[in-house]
């Protein structure tokens, strides 16, 4: 069984511009998180869909942004980047909102400049 | 709303010493209690979890933890630590009210393991 695939694992972007990362869970799953994880601030919840659904957010300005495919794919959008959203980007699936096991794909690490 | 607090940003462990990593939460509610392992340039694996069954849970690699609910602790342990295990822990709490969302990271204890 695939696990969860994140593209593209690198990416290098100026600031002023927009970035779209893209996840696919796991066969089946229906729920996808994001997270940021920061040598700062460590790792920080985004948002969750399920069904195609915004369930929750974090405290993160509308610059990010999120959604869900009838596939569960997700991706997720940063516009106007900003020096501080550097970061690794991990996708994080599950079979649906009410288990709390999250299984993570290796991330999209993105360097602004 | 919950936290983690996780104690010591790194650990230094000799080959076939005992792991401690530990770990105390915050939570209104009954907890979802976790521990990832995230090795470089990868994401989080999972090493195990508590759902409020049994306080002692086994998870892979040969680690373990004690649900303490008296202590609001979680601490991660492994009796003899292999070269291999060198990476950052993550203990993470999720509320257990059949409403899970998002989870709540504490802030990684980095392991290394020395010869």
């Known amino acids: 069984k695939a696990g969860v695939t994140q593209t593209p694992r690198y990416l290098i972007k100026t600031r002023g511009q927009q970035v779209t990362l893209s996840c696919s869970p796991i066969?089946?799953?229906?729920?996808v998180s994001w997270y940021q994880q920061t040598p700062g601030q460590g790792l920080q919840f985004l948002f969750e869909y399920f069904s195609e659904t915004q369930r929750n957010k974090g405290n993160f300005p509308g610059r990010f942004s999120g959604r869900q495919f009838s596939n569960s794919r997700s991706e997720m959008n940063v516009s106007t980047l900003e020096l501080g959203d550097s970061a690794l980007y991990l996708c994080?699936?599950?079979?649906?909102?009410?288990?709390?096991?999250?299984?993570f794909g290796e991330g999209s690490r993105l360097t602004v400049l | 709303a919950q936290s983690v607090t996780q104690l010591g940003s790194h650990v230094s462990v000799s080959e076939g010493a005992l792991v401690l990593l530990r770990c105390n939460y915050s939570?209104?509610?009954?907890?979802?209690l976790f521990w990832y392992v995230q090795y470089p340039n990868q994401g989080l694996q999972l090493l195990l979890k508590y759902t409020s069954a049994a306080t002692l849970v086994k998870g892979i690699n040969g680690f373990e933890a004690e649900f303490k609910k008296s202590e609001t602790s979680f601490h991660l342990t492994k009796p003899s630590a292999h070269m291999s295990d060198a990476a950052e822990y993550f203990c993470a709490v999720s509320p257990n009210t059949g409403t899970a969302s998002k989870l709540t990271f504490g802030t990684g204890t980095r392991l290394q393991v020395t010869l």
């Open positions: 939570s209104s509610v009954p907890p979802y």
């Open positions: 066969s089946g799953h229906r729920s």
């Open positions: 994080a699936s599950r079979a649906g909102p009410n288990t709390g096991e999250l299984f």
